[in-house]
């Protein structure tokens, strides 16, 4: 295990941006390619390792021949997908939101709670943490900012995967970038409503999360770079 | 030498899966024997072709065990009767058949196209004439 047909395998599918099921089908036909001209080659009495080699070398660089089958199976982008990128980013921006905040504000409450306090309300907390409310933004400030560290990362690991389906350059961006902002809307609004009060200093970095998302998406589509479809790379007739 | 060996990559395959089904490495090496080994590819370059083809509707592609007497390639030579994993077939589809047929006119059509210019320049109609 693990010659040189396995280790080509392995490059090509870290190549293949493509459904699943087809990738699977396209590595299962190169294998099979692979294994039957290494085969040709031990006939004639050239040892495995070798007759691996060649077949390698002759079926081609694993990036060259991944981008090519990946413009084949390319994500399209249209305005479908459009919308769903700015609805997903919207969901998404939401649930991180919460998701964050939510443990730093019941770290918050007991770490001011008094003893002998009633527990907290859970229902009140969850709803304090949904960017709905201002729970969630005063819990970072509290914390301090090194807390938004890993939310910005969470922030920042699906919009790269999305940006890496795109088709257009500007689609991933766009729809991650509309969609954030739509689910927490009132960024902006505390950022610079306390301009000067020392709120919005911190503010303004909760506010780079979302452009960040917008620049993930477009990190994604770039690392993808080549694996792009081209409408001209299909053959025209033949 | 390049440009024109890839433009007619796509034509060859479709004329070569209009005499019979066959299976990516099988294609392969078809070419090479039939093109006295002038022609010859990256063994990969032709999977996206292919796939591409497929998408289209102009071949139409189908799975088959490796196993011996399988192919459904009744003149397959020595390779096809070997055990190994399943192949991926591909056979052209009436879309397909049109299609070359088209590729095929224009590309005769160029070829002989070309072969005129490059004829012997006393093949060539006198065109001074025609400016007095």
């Known amino acids: ?238 | 030498m390049r440009e024109l060996k890839k433009g007619s990559l796509g034509m060859l395959l479709l004329h070569l899966l209009r005499e019979r089904p066959s299976y990516g490495y099988e294609l392969c090496e078809r070419l090479r024997v039939r093109s006295g080994g002038d022609l010859s590819f990256e063994d990969g370059a032709i999977y996206p072709l292919l796939h591409e083809f497929e998408r289209q509707g102009m071949v139409e592609g189908y799975w088959e065990s490796g196993d011996a007497g399988e192919t459904g390639d009744p003149g397959a030579s020595g390779s096809g009767s070997r055990k190994g994993p399943r192949r991926r077939f591909y056979r052209l589809t009436a879309r397909g058949e049109s299609l070359l047929a088209a590729s095929v006119t224009e590309w005769r059509t160029f070829a002989e196209a070309v072969r005129r210019v490059l004829a012997e320049p006393n093949a060539e109609p006198n065109a001074e004439l025609a400016f007095g």
């Open chain 1, 1 to 238: 295990m693990n010659g040189p047909i396995d280790r080509y395998l392995e490059a090509l599918g870290r190549r293949l941006a493509m459904p699943e099921a087809a990738r699977a089908a396209a590595l299962e036909e190169a294998r099979g390619h692979l294994l039957e001209r290494a085969a040709s080659y031990v006939e004639r009495g050239i040892a495995q390792g070798e007759a691996e080699r060649i077949a390698v070398a002759l079926f081609g660089d694993a990036r060259r021949v991944g981008e090519r089958l990946s413009r084949v199976f390319g994500v399209p982008w249209g305005w479908r997908r459009f919308l769903a990128g700015t609805v997903l980013g919207a969901g998404m921006a939401w649930l991180l939101w919460t998701a964050g905040s939510f443990p730093l504000l019941v770290y918050t409450f007991y770490a001011s709670a008094l003893p002998g306090s009633p527990p907290p309300d859970v229902g009140n907390l969850l709803i304090q943490s949904t960017p709905l409310t201002e729970g969630g933004f005063y819990a970072y400030l509290t914390a301090g900012w090194l807390w938004l560290l890993p939310l910005l990362a969470l922030y920042l690991t699906l919009p790269c995967w999305w940006g890496r389906r795109a088709w257009r350059w500007w689609l991933p961006g766009a729809a991650y970038g509309l969609g954030g902002w739509l689910a927490v809307f009132w960024f902006p609004f505390f950022a610079f409503r306390f301009d000067g009060s020392g709120f919005a200093a911190e503010a303004r970095l909760v506010l780079l999360a979302l452009p960040l998302a917008l620049l993930a998406s477009w990190a994604g589509w770039l690392s993808r770079r080549g694996m792009r479809p081209r409408l001209d790379a299909a053959p025209a007739g033949v």
